[in-house]
């Protein structure tokens, strides 16, 4: 383990489905991160939070959102998903903002 | 100017071979230079990290060069095995405050 855990590790979701990503890091970082990992492109930045708030929206659909209870947890809502949403998507920490990222082992979603 | 230039995509190696790959920046507020290595199910994990300061780095069997007059710096692999066989992505920030740009990644082969 990484030291950033996040669950669950595989969804399968339907269109009209409500479900929740989760990421927990217990390395003190502040910042925490989300991406997207499409097959054969670039990691996508979704979210960053600092502090536990948010500071960067990569325009990102609203059927996406980000929350940020505290510095140690992030999760991310999914609803009304569409068949290209489905990707790996990765949590990641880091003491501070642009230096050493770790990483979670990501989600693997896919949305039929 | 935020956009980080890997090549190649895909780099196949005998094993024992150097692996090679590229990187390069526009960014001159860029100071910090970090290499991932991603397996497949798994998250991307820091493998050796360089600053503007000196020109290169070694760990192991793995070396980053940095050339900061042409803005460009590489990843070498000596005696690459199949084990090193993964996805390997560089990285740029400008330090503290900044995010962490990551370039398109290279899917590296090492053949037995």
């Not at chain 1, 990484?2 to 910042?31: D, F, I």
Request: proline letters at 6%; one cysteine or more.
């Amino acid at each position: 383990e990484t030291g950033v855990t996040q669950t669950p590790r595989h969804l399968v979701m339907g269109m009209t489905n409500k479900k929740s990503l989760k990421c927990e890091q217990h390395l003190g970082h502040n910042a925490m991160y989300w991406y997207k990992q499409s097959a054969k492109k670039p990691l996508e930045l979704m979210f960053v939070y600092n502090f536990k708030e948010q500071t960067e929206n990569n325009s990102v659909p609203s059927r996406f959102s980000p929350e940020c209870p505290n510095s140690s947890h992030l999760f991310l809502h999914l609803h009304t998903l569409q068949p290209e949403d489905s990707a790996l998507y990765l949590c990641a920490s880091s003491q501070e903002r642009g230096l050493g990222y770790t990483f979670g082992s990501g989600t693997r979603l896919t949305v039929v | 100017q935020q956009q980080v230039k890997q090549s190649p995509q895909s780099l196949i190696v005998q094993k024992g071979g150097i692996s090679i790959i590229n990187c390069a920046y526009e960014n001159t507020a860029f100071d910090y230079f970090p290499w991932y290595q991603q397996f497949p199910g798994k998250g991307p994990a820091l493998l050796i990290a360089i600053r503007p300061d000196v020109s290169e780095k070694k760990e192991g069997r793995f070396t980053i060069s940095f050339n900061k007059s042409a803005k460009q710096f590489s990843l070498h692999i000596m005696d690459s095995q199949p084990g090193d066989s993964a996805t390997y992505f560089c990285a740029a920030s400008g330090g503290s405050g900044s995010r962490l740009t990551f370039g398109e990644g290279t899917q590296l082969t090492v053949n037995p």
